[in-house]
């Protein structure tokens, strides 16, 4: 695969450190995006846009110091226009509306696996990558916006296969340490038998992979680590 014509410069905002190391982490492994800033607040993701030229905004609605609707809407006011994906916990309509105001692209909602952010960044890259020359037709507005919409993955789960469900045991994992059935069943909350059903799926699908564990006794167990890139 030829690398793409452009880089986008993203810039990664939460301040929980292990969701915005994890965040960063995930969007490195994306080809065609490499991330230029870090920050914890608001105020420090507003300092980096000021300093530096970004492309996209990986935004988490909820800050110590402020919203992240409120960062948006000071980064407009600055004149800041580069695009936004916001993230966050929140269920609430008004805060996707208010997203959607300020001119956020796209809303990612917690927790999310590897695989989704993939399939957005990706997204993204096509958007931005299109180019539909001088005279633009309804077809080409419709191209562009269709780039943005990560394909949906509900209808491909087989039965017996929640996607709230899945999404939990996903996020349970990492990329750089496996976790046994029994360590993510305790992390999720579900019994050992259907973290094994989901992590087995995920294994199956190319995001996960097997690998042995052997302890000083008993037979080894299997232990599923994040392999967000199917492989690639």
Excluded: N
């Excluded at 805060?95 to 990612?108: E, K, N, W």
């Excluded at 958007?127 to 037709?137: F, H, K, Q, S, T």
Aim: charged share 25%; net charge neutral; proline share 6%.
């Amino acid at each position: 695969m030829s690398p793409p014509d452009i880089v986008i410069r993203t810039l990664v905002v939460d301040d929980d450190p292990i969701a915005l190391d994890a965040h960063a982490a995930y969007v490195e492994r994306v080809r065609g995006f490499a991330v230029v800033g870090r920050a914890a607040t608001g105020t420090a993701a507003l300092r980096a846009l000021a300093i530096r030229p970004v492309d996209l905004v990986l935004l988490d609605v909820h800050l110590p110091d402020m919203s992240g609707l409120d960062v948006l809407r000071r980064m407009r006011a600055a004149g800041h226009a580069c695009d936004v994906i916001m993230v966050t916990r929140s269920r609430d309509l008004e805060v996707v509306r208010a997203a959607v105001a300020f001119g956020a692209t796209q809303y990612l909602m917690k927790p999310f696996p590897a695989g989704v952010v993939r399939a957005k960044l990706e997204g993204y890259l096509a958007y931005r990558e299109r180019d539909p020359g001088p005279l633009v037709a309804q077809s080409d507005v419709d191209g562009l916006l269709d780039a943005l919409r990560a394909p949906s993955e509900v209808a491909d789960l087989p039965k017996g296969i929640s996607r709230e469900s899945l999404d939990q045991v996903a996020g349970a994992l990492v990329p750089d340490a496996g976790r046994t059935a029994v360590e993510v069943a305790d992390l999720v909350g579900v019994s050992r038998v259907t973290a094994r059903r989901y992590l087995e799926h995920l294994a199956d699908t190319g995001l996960a992979e097997r690998a042995l564990r052997y302890g000083t006794t008993g037979r080894p167990q299997v232990e599923y680590t994040w392999r967000p890139h199917g492989g690639t």
